[in-house]
């Protein structure tokens, strides 16, 4: 078990650019969940696969950004015609299901995004 | 729709001195509760977890954290600060939705964790 793995930890582009970031869970983990952190705040929720299916993604993600997960195991998330906005931490997660509830989440390291 | 306040965005104490973040949520329903320490550069690990059990909750590092419904708090607290538990934390709550329920947190905007020889 290595953890959750993203690639790139971080990437510069200029406004306009397209940018991919890949996320590896941990192999036995059919759930896994993108984050958003911006400086001085806390993560907010993007997107969450349940195998290879998308079930839920925040009014966040607009349509500049997309997500897959084509073979329910890497995930990568990309984001079109970036802007200066979009700069900030892309965090994955994973989990699988516990009894009782309380899903508890592994994250990555994050990749950063500054967009210039 | 739930949500997590954490009181105070930055807190200084000094080494082996009691550690207190607070932390108040809001659910309509029982919430599942978690704090999580980010270190530079690093993700969020997981501290400890309240999830209907006990209500006090041990974590890894020496630190707890107590569930009171009453005053809808899950405040974490350390008797001895290390200077290894100069971090950012963040206080988060879920809910089990029920049928295919997930671990859709929101999460407080974070305490940043200062501590002094």
């Known amino acids: 078990d290595t953890g959750v793995s993203q690639d790139p930890r971080h990437k510069i582009t200029k406004r306009g650019q397209n940018v991919t970031f890949r996320c590896d869970p941990i192999s036995e983990h059919n759930r896994l969940y993108w984050y958003r952190q911006t400086l001085g705040q806390g993560p907010e929720f993007l997107t969450y696969f349940q195998n290879e299916a998308q079930l839920e993604k925040s009014r966040l993600l607009s349509d500049r950004f997309s997500a897959e997960r084509p073979k329910g195991s890497f995930s990568t998330l990309e984001i079109q015609r970036t802007e200066q906005g979009d700069s900030a931490m892309y965090l994955c997660?994973?989990?699988?299901?516990?009894?009782?509830?309380?899903?508890?989440?592994?994250f990555g390291a994050g990749s950063r995004l500054t967009v210039l | 729709a739930q949500s997590v306040t954490q009181l105070g965005s930055h807190v200084s104490v000094s080494e082996g001195a009691l550690v207190l973040l607070r932390c108040n949520y809001s659910s309509s329903v029982p919430p599942y509760l978690f704090w999580y320490v980010q270190y530079p550069n690093q993700g969020l690990q997981l501290l400890l977890k309240?999830?209907?059990?006990?209500?006090l909750v041990k974590g890894i590092n020496g630190f707890e954290a107590e569930f009171k419904k009453s005053e809808t708090s899950f405040h974490l607290t350390k008797p001895s600060a290390h200077m290894s538990d100069a971090a950012e934390y963040f206080c988060?709550?879920?809910?089990?939705?029920?049928?295919?329920?997930?671990?859709?947190?929101?999460f407080g905007q974070g305490t940043i964790l200062t501590v002094h020889p």
């Open positions: 988060a709550v879920t809910t089990d939705a029920g049928g295919t329920s997930y671990g859709k947190l929101t």
């Open positions: 997660a994973s989990s699988s299901p516990q009894g009782g509830g309380a899903n508890v989440l592994t």
């Open positions: 309240y999830t209907s059990a006990a209500t």
